[in-house]
């Protein structure tokens, strides 16, 4: 059960209720039998969002069904189902897109009703109306719904008539080059060009000048038709620096429809949410209902039913703007129900087995402050690049009434190339905006993983910048803040270097005692780490790597079990244990005085410490003759960023390029990137062809580079 504050501006008293006590309060039933029509109801969809439905399905004594491609055989979501059906290879084309193939499986699997979470088949007009053809309950709006607000010309006309305030732009037929050109220079640079079928960020280029339009145009075209088999645009004005807005609404079938206040999802890279909050900060009351009406107006306009969420663009006088509706449950919905002691989920099965909304607008109550920080596995130093790889190490803060983690991975899982980048959605509450924004990087702190590179430690220098905990963001805060959130890296300490040798010591100490107990002669001096020598020290040489550097640390074994350490000209006095606590390793350790418990992990040779100030990573230096196999791929050309599919190769041998000229588009983890030369030169060879898959780090291309002297 959580917590949850009952407050409004007229109460002079603050009252803290669980939300079981909150919904009894309120005269809503808590659920313990099935719903109407729905006694099981496939997930059309896979990972976290699959395993989110599913709980509250089981909760509510559902039966729930899953679908899964080759990728996902052994994925979380199929084991938690209570029954799971095999539906393709691994391309979302060929899976989870395929509505025969759902549909088929909803059929046999006698399923009631079709949840399609967010993504994939969500917004899928033609879907929504396959299931209601075959008399399947289709847990979203009405097909006309999804068309009329899927499509973000029709939208805007739709919402402009019935009073809601939009951005103007060009949102016509004619899709011509020449003729969205032309449009972009009437309006202005800069403008935003985006798929009328878009969402999540895809389909979105921005153009900030006529010379880079077209590029913009093509890129936004062809990942809008990898990702909605659309590539109509439309074309607005670009306002600078807004915050993004939007507001969770619900409709049912009797003509009601309510909003459960607004969220802020203003950061975001490549136009995709990292973090979000409800309520938005500094939005007063009054421009807070504004923002409620106006969003119910616009579901209204539309006949709305189930959970939908309109989005605003908003200036920095808190004017609002109308810039689409998402016609489904959006990822960041958790913290909508923190705030108003909600299941959005089970608001979506009943209102779509015909029941009235549990909760008509005066009883939806706004209590303290909820944030949601999106893990991804991904690189913010490399430009977010986004990466595939298992997750050989997880662990996470415990679940509390407080906290939730929502996620679709377990620690061993591989984060497949095939489908989004994220781990998990870091979800927490407080009893104001300062109490959550504590509480989100104390858990922060307590997520861990190793495998590949997250986002994990950028989100802690996020929520921590002075102008995110004032409330003041925009869609721009990232690029504004670029200097102190990236700052050059920085070695880790020398007590850092010496916890990490420490650690290295007690795991060759444990494993040489494990041989020992298992060994003829337990007494044996040649099973003995302790460094015992008579009459002297034992001293010895250890090189660490840190990032690009090596460093040499001399380390002496005192009698009395501690360490001696010296790096460069200081010395260290060093003492600590090894500790099991929940599962986890937790080195107890004090250096010079100064004592700490990091969680250690150890992994091939790497030592991963994190602790309340965030990770490091120190490493074993590789051989010479295995650094240089390593590195051998890369040399002579551009290599793959990521494992992905080559969408589009752009050179052939022969070629001449210059530097920055794109050689190939490939397509990983729903996301296009451009490959680009790295330097001026022929092109000897190319080793990939549309529609292969190249693994992260292969040489794409054989390029030759020009001589000094060399030209064109």
Aim: proline share 4%; glycine share 8%; aromatic share 6%.
């Amino acid at each position: 059960m959580s917590a949850v504050i009952l407050s409004s501006p007229t109460l002079q008293s603050v009252k803290i209720f669980t939300r079981n006590q909150l919904w009894t309060k309120r005269g809503v039933r808590l659920v313990s039998g099935g719903v109407g029509r729905i006694e099981k109801v496939l997930i059309a969809n896979r990972g976290e969002i699959a395993c989110r439905v599913m709980r509250t399905a089981k909760k509510m004594g559902v039966r729930s069904v899953a679908v899964y491609s080759d990728a996902d055989r052994d994925a979380m979501h199929v084991a938690m189902a209570d029954e799971a059906y095999h539906i393709g290879p691994p391309a979302s084309q060929q899976s989870y897109l395929c509505m025969e193939k759902v549909l088929d499986v909803a059929k046999k699997s006698g399923s009631h009703a079709v949840h399609p979470g967010y993504g994939f088949l969500s917004e899928n007009t033609e879907f929504a109306e396959a299931c209601k053809q075959n008399g399947i309950i289709f847990i979203g709006p009405p097909s006309s719904a999804i068309r009329d607000m899927g499509i973000k010309s029709t939208s805007k006309h739709i919402m402009s008539a019935a009073g809601v305030p939009i951005i103007g732009g060009y949102h016509g037929d004619d899709q011509s080059n020449e003729r969205l050109q032309a449009e972009a220079v009437k309006i202005g640079y800069p403008v935003m060009i985006k798929a009328v079928r878009g969402g999540g960020g895809k389909g979105m280029r921005i153009a900030r000048s006529d010379s880079d339009f077209l590029e913009q145009l093509e890129s936004a075209r062809r990942e809008a038709r990898k990702s909605f088999n659309d590539d109509v645009m439309l074309i607005e004005k670009f306002v600078e620096d807004p915050r993004h807005v939007e507001v969770q609404v619900f409709g049912d079938t009797h003509g009601n429809a309510v909003y459960l206040f607004e969220r802020d999802c203003s950061v975001q890279r490549r136009h995709q949410k990292i973090i979000e909050e409800a309520p938005g900060p500094g939005i007063s009351t009054e421009v807070r209902k504004k923002l409620g009406e106006a969003a119910v107006k616009a579901a209204k306009a539309v006949n709305y039913v189930g959970a939908g969420t309109v989005e605003f663009i908003m200036d920095a006088q808190h004017n609002f703007y109308f810039m689409e509706m998402n016609t489904r449950l959006q990822v960041e919905h958790p913290v909508s129900e923190m705030i108003t002691g909600t299941d959005l989920v089970e608001w979506q099965l009943r209102v779509a087995a015909g029941e009235r909304l549990p909760l008509l607008q005066n009883d939806i109550i706004l209590g303290g402050h909820s944030f949601e920080a999106r893990i991804y596995a991904e690189d913010p130093n490399n430009d977010f690049l986004p990466g595939a790889g298992p997750l050989l190490h997880l662990s996470t803060p415990a679940p509390d009434q407080h906290t939730r983690i929502e996620t679709g991975v377990r620690q061993g899982d591989e984060v497949s190339a095939h489908y989004d980048p994220m781990i998990a959605k870091l979800v927490v509450w407080g009893e104001d905006r300062a109490a959550a924004l504590k509480k989100l990087r104390y858990c922060l702190r307590q997520y861990n993983i190793v495998g590949l590179s997250t986002n994990i430690d950028f989100l802690l220098s996020l929520s921590g910048h002075p102008e995110f905990e004032a409330g003041n963001v925009t869609t721009s805060f990232i690029p504004q803040h670029y200097a102190d959130l990236f700052p050059a890296p920085r070695a880790p300490s020398g007590a850092t270097v010496c916890q990490a040798a420490l650690g290295l010591l007690l795991e060759e100490r444990r494993q040489t005692q494990n041989v020992t107990q298992t060994s003829t002669d337990p007494f044996s001096p040649f099973g003995c780490s302790s460094g015992w020598r008579l009459n002297t020290h034992f001293h010895r040489s250890m090189t660490l790597q840190l990032g690009d550097k090596t460093v040499d640390l001399l380390v002496t074994y005192k009698k009395d079990g501690s360490y001696t350490m010296q790096l460069d000209q200081e010395v260290f006095h060093v003492t600590g244990q090894v500790e099991m606590e929940g599962g986890a390793r937790f080195l107890h350790s004090s250096v010079n005085g100064a004592k700490s418990r990091p969680k250690l992990v150890i992994l091939d040779n790497t030592i991963h410490l994190f602790s309340t100030e965030g990770s490091s990573e120190v490493s074993l230096p590789l051989p010479k003759y295995l650094a240089a196999v390593s590195g051998s791929a890369a040399a002579g050309g551009a290599v793959a960023p990521m494992t992905g599919t080559i969408e589009k190769v752009l050179v052939k041998a022969g070629d001449r390029v210059n530097v920055g000229d794109p050689l190939m588009v490939m397509i990983a983890m729903k996301m296009e990137h451009t490959i680009r030369a790295p330097k001026s030169g022929v092109i000897r060879k190319v080793f990939f062809s549309e529609g292969s898959q190249a693994d992260r780090h292969a040489a794409l291309v054989d390029l030759e580079e020009d001589s000094e002297d060399g030209g064109q």
